[in-house]
């Protein structure tokens, strides 16, 4: 998140010196209480967006024992100690946490968008009330995340899925608005694999329980 918040300012930063952008055009050329609320949003969903991204790349959905050190033979030992209770209601309790955080940022996007200037909102999706906003932005999210996973089932088929989702898609008003709904779709994604992780949890911690089980534990361990 440190990574991925630097980052983000950066990126917005160089977006508003090089002027590309109409919707932070229009923030700065309107500025108040409400535009800095929508920029700093928008700032912390590509920091989440960004430092996700560096977490995938450093590993992917990785086991709770990688590798087979010193270090991991303890964490063998201490696994075999574990109630599977406890840690199981522990680990799921933690990621349905990061769903919770999810939806938080939804919803505060959502308001934030809701309180822009009215002129910011033309160049994105248009006007939105603060539920509507939260509504069609995780529904999006969703929808746009599902046709990322099932990409492979064409535009024909895909379209009767989404639109059992969200009945009406948003509509960008400018490149900028192309941009909004892609980083959307892209949260949304992020938010399904999350939902994803925490409904594994049970099967990731029993092969971990049952892979720790067959590791050799030294007398040291």
């Known amino acids: 998140m440190i990574e991925g918040s630097v980052l983000s300012v950066l990126i917005i ?13 229009t923030l700065l050329d309107q500025p108040g209480v409400s535009s800095i609320l929508f920029l700093l949003v928008l700032a912390i969903v590509l920091a989440d967006l960004i430092g996700k991204f560096l977490s995938i790349l450093i590993s992917t959905f990785p086991d709770l024992i990688p590798s087979l050190d010193e270090a991991d033979l ?33 919803a505060l996007l959502g308001a934030s968008y809701a309180f822009a200037p009215l002129a910011v909102q033309e160049t994105l999706v248009g006007p939105l009330g603060v539920v509507e906003a939260f509504n069609m932005f995780v529904r999006e999210g969703i929808a746009g995340s599902i046709g990322y996973f099932l990409f492979f089932l ?3 088929h895909l379209r009767p899925i ?3 989702i969200i009945a009406e898609p948003l509509v960008p008003a400018t490149s900028s608005g192309d941009a909004f709904l ?9 938010f399904m694999l999350s ?24 007398a040291e361990a």
């Open 13 to 25: 930063a160089l977006v508003a010196v090089l002027g590309v952008s109409e919707t932070i055009n």
């Open 74 to 106: 303890k964490r063998a030992s201490l696994i075999q100690r574990l109630r599977p209770g406890q840690t199981l209601a522990l680990l799921s309790g933690a990621y349905a946490a990061r769903l919770v955080m999810f939806l938080a940022i939804f």
């Open 154 to 156: 064409g535009p024909e």
């Open 162 to 164: 989404t639109q059992a």
């Open 182 to 190: 892609v980083g959307l779709r892209i949260y949304g994604l992020a």
């Open 195 to 218: 939902v994803l992780r925490t409904l594994v949890t049970p099967i990731s911690y029993l092969r971990a329980r049952r892979r720790a089980r067959q590791l050799p534990v030294t």
